[in-house]
Structure formats: structure tokens, C-alpha cells
């Protein structure tokens, strides 16, 4: 019997996501993103590791509003903005960063909107509804298709500019979109006008933390604070805008990351020691890694307080927090070895991956870890915590040009 299964475009794009994750070696093997996300949506929130530029959380609205809420003009029109990006170019002739779905081959598995639609809520573009959830995109462009079938549609002049309004709309008044939008021989680009560099600076500097008090995104975009060359979040003049919540929360995530870096490091090395055990072969990549990382984030990892760290982002698995403290006891005991730590590790690993964890003694795990680190999908060497500050930069960048 032949059967057809119907997945949705979220579904498919799970999937596409854990596969390129796997093959790119950043599965989460042992939970330290858990920090990673609950650390960078207190500091940053409504940003995503997707994100890109600045301009798409207009793009989207505008799109929606351009297609009278019909999903297959919405969907065709984004498909247009995407060959405009791609045409655009500056006076030098090079293009421009940041474009989703720039292949042009296939629509993306994960479009703009769905990489922005968090955002949008967060930043309060789209409108919030007392005691409910946030809408869907099909939600909104429903509203759209009713309202604009109701002749409810009107315009606005804000400083100086053409703006939409609608009575009771999804979206907060929007800045007015190029008159370009739409035109497929026409290039379009990322930097913002004057006025929507006025609307992003509203939107942003309102954002809040769930304790009611301002962002640290907000405050960085009311101070202005230029980020270009700044390659972390915990630099002095990041600290400086910070309040004293969100400097407390900065010092803890510099540790958290540092910590967290040499966990991913300790598994590494790890499941190298592991594999060589299997193979015979005498690898030692992820183990000298292992000593860069301790030697380069070791004291820093070790003043973090654990208790600190459970309060800010609440939730951890006791797995991940018996990892965290394991580790800071080798890192103090002086021992080069880290073969010690394996049980705690394969504990949290199998935790969260059950029978697809690479440490073990089962024939499950060794034959996972056959698959590791090979020429052709080698494991990549441990990173520190980045908490999306490679995006932010990026965004607040697209803010502070003009």
C-alpha cells in the first residue's frame, strides 16, 4: 500500500533545521543553549539567531497590507521582494547582506515572516490583544482581507510622510512603504529613511523586560550606542548603558558562556576519547581544544554562581545543572584529564537525546559515534555563548546608519 503523508511548511522546516544543525555540528547535545536562549531573550528580546536586517520587520507588514490579506499574493509578493534585495547595489557595485532566500531557486523553508513574526509581537508593530496570544500571520491577513473588503482602509500623514492606518487593524500605523515594493525590476535595499529609523527607534526603545523595566535593547537604541566594533555584549560600553538588573545579568552571562564553552568542549573531547577507544585511533583534535578553552575561559567560568544563574533563567534541568557544576570542580582541581566527567555528561546527554546519545556503552552510542566528526561532516571545534549579539549588532547597526 502506497500512503502520502502531508507535512506543513513549519514541519518541513523542523526538519530542514535539525538536519542542517546535525550537519553543521551544533546539536545540543547537553542543554547549555537552554541558557543561551533564556539569557538573550532577557537581554534582547524578540531577536532570533535568524534574523538578519532591520528593514524585513517593515517589509513583512507592509506585504501583508499590500496584499489585501490574500495569502497566495502575500507569498508571490515576497517572493518579488526577495529578487528587488537581490538586484540592489551600491555605488561600488557589491550587493547587500542579510537576504533571505537569496537563491531565488525555491522559496525558503523558513520565510521572513515566519523568522519575523515574533518580533513583530514583541516589538509591539503588531498589535496586542488584552489577555490573548499574539495572532498568526494567517490570522492577521484574514483581518486584512475582511476590513479592506469593508472599505475600512485610510491613510495618514506622519511627519510629512503617507502613512496606513485601519481602524482596528493587526499592525500599529506603519511608516509608508517604497514606491518601489512590488516592482520586480525595481532594486529595493535595507537601509531604513529617516522616518522608519524614527519608527524603529519608538517601537525598540518601549521594549520591556518581564519585570516591566526597559530592555537592554531598549536602552541601547535610546542612548544610541554605536555596537559596530563592540564584539560582545558584556564589553564596558554595553555595561554602561545597562541598569544595574541587566549589568548583574551581563556579568552572568559572560560567565555562563565561558562555562558553557568549555562544557561544549569537555564533550567533545569526551566522545573523541570514546571513539578511539572503539577504533583504535589516536585523535587528540578536541582534547588540545579542550586545554585552549580551559586556559583561555577557565577562571572565568569558575566564578559563576550557579544559584545566580537558576534564578535568571529559571527551569534548567538538575542534569545540566550537575553538568555545570561538575565541570567548575575539574576546572578547580588543576586535573588535565577530564575522563571523570563522563558519567555526569552521558546522564545529561541521554536525558535529552534518549537513544541517540554518542556516549555510552550501548551499540546505539557507538555506532552514533562512528558517525561523528567525519571528512565529510567534521565536528567543529567548541565555541563560547554568543546570546544573538552578532544579530543584534547587526540590527542596531541597520538602526544607527544613515
Known amino acids: 500500500m502506497i500512503g502520502w503523508i502531508l507535512l506543513s511548511r513549519q514541519a518541513v522546516a523542523s526538519a530542514e533545521r535539525a538536519l542542517r544543525n546535525d550537519q553543521q555540528g551544533v546539536r545540543d547535545e547537553i542543554g547549555f543553549l537552554a ?3 533564556g539569557i538573550a531573550d532577557r537581554l534582547f528580546p524578540g531577536t532570533s539567531v535568524l534574523h538578519t536586517r ?3 520587520a517593515l ?8 496584499s489585501g490579506g490574500r495569502s497566495d499574493r502575500f507569498r508571490k509578493d515576497a517572493l518579488t521582494l526577495t529578487r528587488q534585495l537581490v538586484q540592489w547595489k551600491d555605488p561600488a557595485g557589491r550587493g547587500q547582506d542579510g537576504i533571505i532566500g537569496g537563491s531565488l531557486q525555491r522559496e525558503p523553508s523558513q520565510t521572513a ?20 496570544a499574539p495572532q498568526t500571520r494567517i490570522q492577521v491577513l484574514r483581518q486584512i482581507e475582511s476590513m479592506q ?28 512603504p517604497p514606491a518601489e515594493l512590488g516592482h520586480p525590476d525595481k532594486p529595493i ?4 529613511t529617516a522616518t522608519e529609523r524614527a519608527f524603529f527607534r519608538r517601537q525598540l526603545m518601549a521594549v520591556q523586560r518581564a519585570d516591566g523595566q526597559q530592555s537592554l535593547l531598549g536602552r541601547l537604541t535610546e542612548h544610541r550606542t554605536s555596537v559596530a566594533s563592540i564584539d560582545s555584549p558584556w564589553h564596558n560600553a554595553i555595561r554602561r548603558v545597562a541598569d544595574t538588573e541587566d549589568r548583574n545579568v551581563l556579568m552572568l552571562a559572560e560567565q555562563a558562556s565561558a562555562l558553557a564553552g568549555i562544557g561544549r568542549a569537555v564533550y567533545a573531547a569526551l566522545v573523541e576519547q570514546a571513539k578511539n577507544s572503539d577504533t583504535g585511533q589516536r585523535s587528540r583534535t578536541y582534547r588540545d581544544h579542550l586545554s585552549v578553552m580551559r586556559d583561555e575561559h577557565g577562571a572565568i567560568a569558575q566564578a559563576l554562581e550557579l544559584d545566580a544563574l537558576r534564578a535568571c533563567v529559571p527551569g534548567q534541568p538538575e542534569a545540566l545543572v550537575q553538568v555545570l557544576g561538575a565541570t567548575q570542580d575539574w576546572l578547580r582541581s588543576g586535573r588535565s584529564d577530564c575522563a571523570y566527567l563522563h558519567e555526569v555528561y ?3 546527554e541521554v536525558e ?25 561532516m567534521p565536528h567543529p571545534l567548541a565555541e563560547t555563548l554568543h546570546y544573538r549579539w552578532g544579530k543584534v549588532r547587526m540590527l542596531l547597526n541597520d538602526l544607527n546608519e544613515r
Do not use: C
Not at 515572516?113 to 490573548?132: C, D, T
Not at 535595499?189 to 531604513?192: E, K, N, P, V
Not at 541517540?356 to 555506532?367: D, M, S, V
Open 352 to 376: 535529552r537525546k534518549r537513544d541517540r546519545a554518542r556516549l555510552g556503552a550501548t551499540l546505539g552510542a557507538r555506532k552514533r559515534r562512528a558517525e561523528w566528526n567525519t571528512p565529510r
Open 189 to 192: 535595499g535595507f537601509a531604513l
Open 59 to 66: 517589509f513583512i507588514p507592509w506585504l501583508m497590507m499590500q
Open 35 to 37: 541558557l543561551h536562549q
Open 113 to 132: 515572516a515566519m523568522i519575523y513574526w515574533s518580533a513583530l509581537s514583541r516589538w509591539k508593530i503588531l498589535h496586542a490583544r488584552p489577555g490573548q
Open 346 to 348: 552521558r546522564r545529561a
Open 54 to 56: 532591520l528593514r524585513y
Open 149 to 176: 473588503a469593508g472599505g475600512s482602509m485610510r491613510q495618514l500623514s506622519i511627519d510629512g510622510e503617507t502613512a496606513w492606518s485601519l481602524d482596528a487593524q493587526p499592525f500599529v500605523t506603519l511608516p509608508s
